[in-house]
């Protein structure tokens, strides 16, 4: 059993249909558009899933959704955040999107919220009432700005009964799913890379890297015991040993041509796997999840990712000596656990 089996998060993600499904969420009547509403307009991600969402004359709409409203406030501090709000907030207004004052005025219009806000420190404040009022949320890259805080998200949607899920679009890449689902059989072993800027106030990895950190764990799934990461100013190579000696790598690239990719390595064959397909996909499932109140992606999963990029952080740390998962996360529980206790009523 690994530490994230043994704290109950596969649990949860199995239950996620059930208990989760029981809650009691507002949503719009089924020949009705779902109201979604989003919270931080400080990334370009929020004018691109509107126009899929309400674009119905585009060839890449996705039907089931409507944006209705929109709270604007994102980061706080980061710069390059903050300053493209007043952009992103004309972008909504011209398209007939409300913008309101506050997430609770928020709340009373939609449905469901995509979070935004490209800062992942405040995503655990501003997710905190969204799941309170039982509504369905996607947060999106990165989840939080450190561990503890991504644990504390699913512990406090745990509490509430309220669907949530974050993933990076590269997740649902056609050739990643693909090796998800069989197509070389039991994958041995991948390679991912993506470009990979870093924001002091965030893990290292959890700001840009992330797109090729989940692609690696999309490819590899859960299981990942140990991981070393050698760090340049240009470069990153992180190392993952996973159960039964699979081994994974992430480069992160600051320097050359960078893209998105890899290979996968399975009993069947070797395949390129780790591309980025846009962002349809992805707003595809949040669509099917708002829809069903079913996460595509177990939180065990996201919380095993972000456990590699703290461990990743602290190897840099120790001079590129390995760390191991269930030293990171024993540390990254007990804080989550305060955190959370301080949130909840007494």
Not at 169 to 195: C, D, I, M, W
Not at 206 to 224: P, R, S
Not at 230 to 243: I, K
Request: charged share 20%.
């Amino acid at each position: 059993m690994n530490a994230l089996s043994s704290c109950g998060w596969t649990q949860f993600g199995r239950l996620a249909a059930g208990v989760l499904m029981a809650a009691t969420i507002s949503v719009a009547a089924a020949d009705e558009p779902i109201r979604v509403g989003i919270i931080g307009l400080d990334t370009s991600h929020a004018p691109a899933f509107m126009k899929l969402f309400n674009n119905a004359e585009a060839a890449d709409h996705v039907p089931g959704c409507r944006v209705v409203a929109a709270y604007p406030q994102g980061s706080r501090d980061i710069a390059s955040s903050v300053s493209r709000v007043p952009e992103y907030t004309k972008v909504m207004q011209e398209a007939g999107v409300e913008i309101v004052d506050s997430i609770d005025e928020l709340l009373t219009k939609v449905d469901a919220v995509l979070l935004e806000s490209n800062d992942g420190r405040v995503h655990l404040e501003q997710a905190a009432p969204v799941l309170a009022a039982g509504k369905r949320v996607f947060i999106d890259k990165p989840l939080a700005g450190s561990l503890a805080d991504a644990i504390a998200i699913f512990k406090l949607a745990e509490h509430h009964g309220t669907p949530v899920f974050t993933a990076s679009g590269l997740r649902f890449g056609e050739a990643t799913q693909a090796v998800r689902h069989g197509s070389l059989g039991k994958v041995l072993g991948a390679s991912t890379y993506s470009p990979c800027s870093l924001e002091a106030t965030h893990m290292d990895l959890a700001w840009y890297g992330i797109h090729g950190c989940e692609a690696l764990f999309t490819l590899m799934g859960t299981g990942c015991q140990q991981v070393t990461r050698a760090h340049s100013d240009d470069f990153e190579l992180v190392t993952g040993v996973w159960e039964g000696g699979r081994i994974g790598t992430f480069r992160g690239i600051r320097a050359g041509k960078a893209g998105y990719g890899g290979t996968a390595f399975g009993e069947k064959g070797i395949a390129e796997a780790g591309g980025f397909d846009g962002y349809r996909p992805l707003v595809v499932a949040i669509a099917d999840f708002f829809a069903t109140g079913e996460p595509p992606v177990e939180p065990a999963e996201t919380i095993e990712l972000f456990a590699f990029m703290e461990a990743a952080d602290e190897s840099v740390r120790r001079g590129g000596s390995p760390v191991t998962i269930a030293e990171v996360m024993e540390k990254a529980q007990e804080e989550a656990r305060r955190r959370v206790a301080a949130m909840l009523p007494r």
